[in-house]
Structures are given as C-alpha cells and as structure tokens.
T-cell receptor, first 111, second 118 residues
Framework: RKEVEQDPGPFNVPEGATVAFNCTYSNSASQSFFWYRQDCRKEPKLLMSVYSSGNEDGRFTAQLNRASQYISLLIRDSKLSDSATYLCVVNLKAAGNKLTFGGGTRVLVKP | GAVVSQHPSWVICKSGTSVKIECRSLDFQATTMFWYRQFPKQSLMLMATSNEGSKATYEQGVEKDKFLINHASLTLSTLTVTSAHPEDSSFYIC??????????????FGPGTRLTVT
C-alpha cells in the first residue's frame, strides 16, 4: 500500500463548478499535511497547509480527518487557471521532516 | 519571489559524463535540503536528505556513489550525477527547509533541473 494515495483523475470540471477530491495516508504518526499544486514541467508550489480544524483560503477549502486518515481539497467556482495537478503531501516529523508525496490528482477546468 | 534557486534549469549531456546541479536558498539559511526526482507522469520521489556539514541520507534504492550530494553551507547543496546514463534523464528538484522561516515545516522548492542524457 502506498503511503499517500490519491485518485489520479483527471477530474474534468466545467468552469464555475465545484470539485472535491481526497487523499489517504497510511502512517498515523504523520504530523503535517499540505496541498501543493504542480503545473506541467514546473516545480510544486504550496497551495495551502491543512490544519486539524479545517481551513479555507479563498475558493479553496482543506479538511483533515485524522481518525480516517484522509485529507480533502475542495475548489469552488473553478477557474481555467485552476487546471493543474494537485499533490497531497504528508510530513512525518519523526522521519526527519521528510515529505511524502501522493501521485497527484489532475484537474482540468473547461470553459 | 523565488526563495530557492537551481542551476542549471536544464542540461543535456552525453552518456558517461557527470553533471552537477546546484541548489541555493536565497534569503534564508536552510537547515536541511532535500533532493527529489520526478519521471514523466509520476510524482516526486525523495532521493536524499542533506544536512549542512554532514553526510546525506539516501532513500532506499538510491545509489549514493552515483548521486553525490554535498551540502557545504547553509545556503548551498549540490547533486552530482556521475557517469550519467539515459535512464537518469529526469526532472531533479531540490527543496529547502527552515523551521525558523516556516514553523509549519514548509519546504520551499527550487524550479527544478531537467536532465537529458543522450
């Protein structure tokens, strides 16, 4: 079983619609969680950290469910520029702050 | 603006030669730097963790004699791909960590180096 699993997609989303997807992680000792966005042939860029109480940043909402070991990302009012691969990333501080990346979920927003 | 730089951004080399990639943190001292590799349509895979002044810790399956990492200062780490082969062609990305800069242990990624071995 992979340490961090994501639905690879692609999620084809009409412009203006809402899309949500999850990520599961296997190590219950994981301590920090992030969503990164990666555009084609570019480096990952931090979209948002994920906090236990859930957090929102504009049109993006992230949730963490420690009991079920998953995190989610919801994008409201999708823009064409939201088309990207979204990487679920988990930090295991006890392992020297190594980040473990999920395989990514590809989102395609279409007009 | 960018906080981590990588050089070169892309490189083409012949099989059997060595290539050095530099990773620099621009406005902070990085206690730890990480090196990742990403093949097409795959996610980032951690290759090694590098702490300034000490030997790098390599992930399982990564040959330390082939991928030489030097972390000479708190702002510079280098990755040298020795005796490169076509299967080493990949996107190499570094990241830098500074708990002082980011208490949430966010890693700052460089723009990546695209290596093509012919």
């Amino acid at each position: 079983r992979k340490e961090v699993e994501q639905d690879p997609g692609p999620f084809n989303v009409p412009e203006g619609a809402t899309v949500a997807f999850n990520c599961t992680y296997s190590n219950s000792a994981s301590q920090s969680f992030f969503w990164y966005r990666q555009d084609c042939r570019k480096e990952p860029k931090l979209l948002m950290s994920v906090y236990s109480s859930g957090n929102e940043d504009g049109r993006f909402t992230a949730q963490l469910n420690r009991a079920s070991q998953y995190i989610s990302l919801l994008i409201r009012d999708s823009k064409l520029s939201d088309s990207a691969t979204y990487l679920c990333v988990v930090n295991l501080k006890a392992a020297g702050n190594k980040l473990t990346f999920g395989g990514g979920t590809r989102v395609l927003v279409k007009p | 603006g960018a906080v981590v730089s990588q050089h070169p951004s892309w490189v083409i080399c012949k099989s059997g030669t060595s290539v050095k990639i530099e990773c620099r943190s621009l406005d902070f001292q990085a206690t730890t730097m990480f090196w990742y590799r990403q093949f097409p349509k795959q996610s980032l895979m951690l290759m090694a963790t590098s702490n300034e002044g000490s030997k790098a810790t390599y992930e399982q399956g990564v040959e330390k004699d082939k991928f030489l990492i030097n972390h000479a200062s708190l702002t510079l780490s280098t990755l040298t791909v020795t005796s490169a082969h076509p299967e080493d062609s990949s996107f190499y990305i570094c990241s830098a960590l500074s708990p002082l800069r980011s208490p949430s242990y966010e890693q700052y990624f460089g723009p990546g180096t695209r290596l093509t071995v012919t």
